[in-house]
């Protein structure tokens, strides 16, 4: 049967002004609105999926015509007839200023006495004032949705489809009380998937592809207890396997789905990835330098560059304490930077609490709400690349049709907990043969676990080098053979087959390395693994891989400025930025204002996201040159500038982090007159 694509571009235009909240869901705090990677306003798929569910009940009150259809487009269950990805609504035009904060308080209110009003106080209440972030009205969002069907069921889909989407008039909070009025433009692109497969159209027995998540990646690690979920970073390839083999079924490619199913096509761990550059685990060995007191100073104000790393193989046993490496950092063999990849942390997305405390009542009568339950997760952001590499050695043709399909590029792979959209891509790695150098030692590094079972206990081995003496019985390596980190890691699953989960294993973790120091057992264990791509068990699903090199892994940070950046290299942007406040001494009295200040910030954040952006030597020049009066200031900083746009080398983000700090300066020293006075 012939299957239908149908690309649904969603066009949203805010009648009135916006607010979707940050997830708190209580109201009780200053709330926020929520922002994308770009800090740009984001009208997030899960708020949009609650509402469609929403008016799917009300319409089938009305009217069930389409009852069916609406529980097939809304269900996430495999059985249902089609599968409907809805996107994300992101600004469409990006604008200086998009939101602006409203404030509210309660009033004193009424006093009795002798059952008869007192007095009507409209005073202000001490600690009722509250603010809400809201977007402009005015402000336009687009979003792209995709349908999957088979072609005869299609038409229906699509008329359920709109009628949904024409449904939506208000969204976000307070819409009730006339918040949050849109209108909905739709336009719809119909495609029918390629039925049969080509033939094998190169001898690549490997694929290397790169996943791209388009919305938000949640990869949750259930095994730490806490109300802050946190997310692995990387892509697990049993995880990854799922995915594509789901992705195949779904474009009705039986062959492929079979061979990922059954292993007949390896599948790696997808790490992230920059500029198409693979990355590994960040190996075991290299460890930051452990801050120490000195004199009077204690060890906790020690100022430690963030770019000084040490290969523990290569430092004598007398340097300074070393500590291991804390966060999710990434390690490029050939370049030899590190980088650490940032998270995100998202509140459950309710509008309104469904919490609270029957017993406790407020002085009105109503329940007192409970926000226990709640819960933050961490997840990826989005446009985050991964690469990882497929491979098949029995049958050559499966990676041709897998390259096709991926480069039709017509359907997302569904990835993580509330299957995010992710774009798949090819792409091309020079491979890098390993010669041995007789002369040097040899380090092993594993960029994925480990998993070998000792054939005495019939346990898995938690040391590398146990490993590695069963699998290659010649080598017989002791103790004088070789230095080794090693650290333990555990593997769970869930198992669609049995509905439980899987039983926990444990494994040597990634990153995991050893240094073999005697260069005859060096050479020998280097001929057993030059010609493998993996060691140990589970293999197919991208265990047991791992780097040989002879170089010393020596690593800096990379050295451009990203909101990633580490949070030392942003203490030291800091710091330099206050010590030129500080050095120029008449700096607060030819200051332009605080709103000059933060308009500056505004272009600069809108210029920091735009597709051509303006460099920021052109924005500091066109400060110069502007005549109006009101603007006159920036002229009498005209060095300050100078030396600010030198610091930031020439980044709008550094900029972005100058200019709240010189707000900050304005605001202290405001404070300081103040007081004064």
Known sequence: MAIQLTTIKVSLTLLEDLHTGNGLG???????????????????????????????????????????????????SPQSNCTLVIGSFYKSKLKPNPTHILSSTAREGVTYKNNAIDMINRAPKKGSLRNQEYIKAGSEFEATWQLLCEQQFATNYIQALTVLINHLDRIGANRNRGAGRVRCDIKMDDTLLAANDVSAVNTQQSLHIIVTNLEPLRLPNTDVPGNIVPTYTYISGDRLKAALANWCLLQGKQALFEALVNEVISVSYAYPSRQGMRYIPAPLCIAAPKSHAEGTIPWWAQQ???????????????????????????????????????????????????????????????????????????????????????????????????????????????????????????????????????????????????????????????????ALNQLCPELNLDKNDYTAFSEQDILTGYSFETGLPKTPTQVIAAGSCIKITNIEKAQLLAAYLKNTRAIGERQAQGLGQFLLTQQNLTATLETSFTPLSCAKEVEQQIDNIDKLIQNDTSFFNRSPSVTQWQKLKNELKRQKVNSDPKPLSNIFAELKTQQNQSKHAWLSITDFLSELEHLCSAQHEPAILACDCVLVALANHSAKQGEQA
């Open 26 to 76: 209580t109201h009780l705090i200053d709330s926020l609105q929520t922002k994308d990677a770009n800090d740009q306003p984001v009208i997030w798929r899960q708020h949009i999926k609650g509402l469609l569910v929403a008016a799917s009940t009300t319409i089938n009150k009305l009217n069930n015509k389409y009852e069916e259809c609406f529980n097939d487009l809304l269900s996430d």
């Open 304 to 466: 430690t560059q963030a770019n000084e790393f040490t290969d523990q193989f290569a430092e004598p046993s007398t340097s300074a304490p070393l500590k291991r490496l804390k966060g999710h950092f990434y390690y490029q063999p050939q370049s030899q930077t590190l980088f650490e990849q940032g998270v995100a942390v998202h509140m459950r997305n309710k509008v309104r609490t469904q919490f609270s405390m029957p017993e406790y009542k407020k002085d009105n009568g109503a329940d007192i709400v409970n926000d226990s339950d709640l819960f933050a997760e961490e997840v990826i952001p989005e446009q985050t690349q991964f690469m990882a590499t497929l491979s098949c050695s029995t049958n050559k043709e499966l990676i041709a049709q897998l390259a096709h399909l991926i480069a039709q590029n017509a359907w997302p792979l569904l990835l993580g907990r509330g299957k995010a959209p992710c774009k798949l891509t090819t792409a091309t790695e020079a491979p890098t043969p390993f010669e041995f150098n007789n002369t040097k030692p040899l380090t092993v590094v594993l960029t994925s676990p480990l998993l070998c079972y000792s054939y005495h206990t019939g346990q898995p081995y938690t040391q590398l080098e146990q």
